[in-house]
């Protein structure tokens, strides 16, 4: 984008810069969800569970947990956010209605539950961000100033509320093994009392470390025999629900429309669009390094403990205090490096290649479901569970780089990509689908 263009003088005209941005979020979130399509689901975020925790296969694990873990996320929700503060601005300038602009969250949200559900993908992504734009979309005409301070606020409260979770659990282990000490003391206890040890007891057992491996080696089991779509479609089927009635704990997902509405206001500031001088992006690149460089240290720390899964404190107290914030500060770090790149050596075969797969960003996300599934899936070629974490990541490459060369290929005829000329009609009837003559 021109520097000093407003965004009520663009028009309908791409931002290159966002996709560029949007290409990469893509391509780099599956280098996370790889492992929870390939690996039991607590392997995900812990090496000792499956997948290897030496060598080349806890180097991987570094890698991703320090510059990829919750950061594609964070760099999808600000380019979220943005998209739907050009959307506002767009509506707003021509002078309509928002009624196309809900239609497209409520189909965002429709999409979301069809990729959980028909396409087993029981941590999508869809479905949060159409509810969350839904809850935040009138918010898009704020000042600058108070959407950050807003985003900014609900990060923090997240993380105050994930504290206080902490602090909760450790407090009832520290009364449980109290009446552990008073039962091997052979002080009597009530029943109620005798009920909570018993019940602490078993959790223990199935949360540790020994308990959940094999806990991992019975899912792999389970999803090998499991042959067919309904098979497989049972066995996700918690976690399904989990997911369509966001998790657990509420706290994950209000840092969503957080993070969403710092990309409001980061968009209107011109820090996506890179519009800042060369300083800042230098100063938030320092600021994600250094972000990601404490994140790895926690992880290091958990490392030395054995990857327990008992509860470290304070280092849980510590890891869920700070996670929203260094992610979010990563993902700073992410986009400031792209965007200096782009100012420093232009609009590369690579940068322009990124950009494409940015602009079928939707369509690409699918197709990476589509494919894990039908490698992994015991109704596919059945590989659940037979690679390590560093070989995942090499597959994991192979497959987004098939997926650049295809989108690139698909807009050098196409105006957008299939999912997107969907969505766009299921809102508003579309555009043309073919790409018209120069």
Not at 34 to 47: I, T, V, W
Not at 56 to 70: E, K, M, P, S, V
Not at 92 to 101: K, P, S
């Amino acid at each position: 984008m021109m520097a000093g263009m407003p965004p009520s003088a663009m028009d309908n005209r791409r931002i290159a810069e966002l996709d560029l941005l949007r290409g990469f979020a893509v391509l780099g979130i599956f280098v996370m969800n790889l492992m929870g399509f390939a690996l039991p689901l607590d392997a995900y975020d812990n090496p000792a569970v499956a997948g290897g925790d030496s060598g080349w296969n806890r180097i991987a694990f570094y890698l991703q947990d320090a510059f990829f873990d919750g950061r594609m996320r964070a760099i999808f929700c600000l380019l979220f956010g943005a998209s739907l503060a050009i959307a506002f601005d767009r509506v707003r300038a021509a002078g309509g209605d928002f009624v196309t602009l809900h239609r497209r969250n409520l189909w965002l949200v429709g999409l979301g539950v069809v990729h959980c559900v028909l396409l087993q993908m029981p941590g999508d992504i869809l479905y949060e961000y159409g509810i969350a734009a839904l809850l935040i979309w009138s918010f898009a005409g704020a000042p600058t100033r108070r959407l950050m301070v807003a985003g900014v606020s609900l990060l923090v409260l997240v993380s105050v509320l994930n504290v206080v979770d902490v602090n909760n659990e450790h407090h009832a282990q520290q009364a449980l093994e109290q009446l552990q000490a008073r039962d091997a003391a052979g002080e009597a206890l009530s029943e109620a009392e005798r009920t909570d040890l018993e019940a602490w007891s078993d959790s223990l057992e199935e949360r540790g470390l020994v308990g959940v491996q094999e806990a991992a080696v019975e899912q792999v089991e389970a999803m090998r025999d499991a042959r067919s779509w309904v098979a497989t479609w049972r066995l996700w089927a918690d976690d399904m629900r989990e997911a369509l009635t966001l998790g657990p704990s509420a706290w994950y997902f209000l840092a969503v429309p957080g993070v969403m509405l710092m990309g409001m206001a980061l968009y209107r500031l011109g820090f996506l669009n890179g519009r800042l001088g060369s300083g800042a992006y230098v100063f938030w690149l320092v600021v994600g390094l250094a972000a990601s460089l404490a994140s790895h240290l926690q992880t290091r720390a958990w490392a030395a403990e054995g990857f327990s899964t008992s509860g470290l404190y304070p280092l849980d107290q510590i890891w869920y205090g700070s996670y929203e914030t260094l992610r979010v500060l990563s993902a700073l770090g992410w986009i400031s490096a792209w965007l200096l790149s782009v100012r420093w050596i232009g609009m590369t075969v690579l940068h322009r290649a990124l950009a494409s797969t940015g602009r079928m960003a939707l369509t690409v996300y699918l197709s990476q479901t589509v494919i894990a599934t039908t490698l992994f899936y015991g109704w596919g070629f059945g590989l659940y569970g037979r690679f390590e974490r560093a070989e995942l990541l090499l597959l994991g490459l192979l497959i987004l780089i098939l997926q650049v060369v295809l989108a690139n290929l698909w807009l050098s005829r196409f105006r957008q990509g299939p999912m997107e000329v969907l969505w766009r009609r299921l809102a508003d009837g579309g555009r043309p689908f073919r790409k018209p003559a120069d």
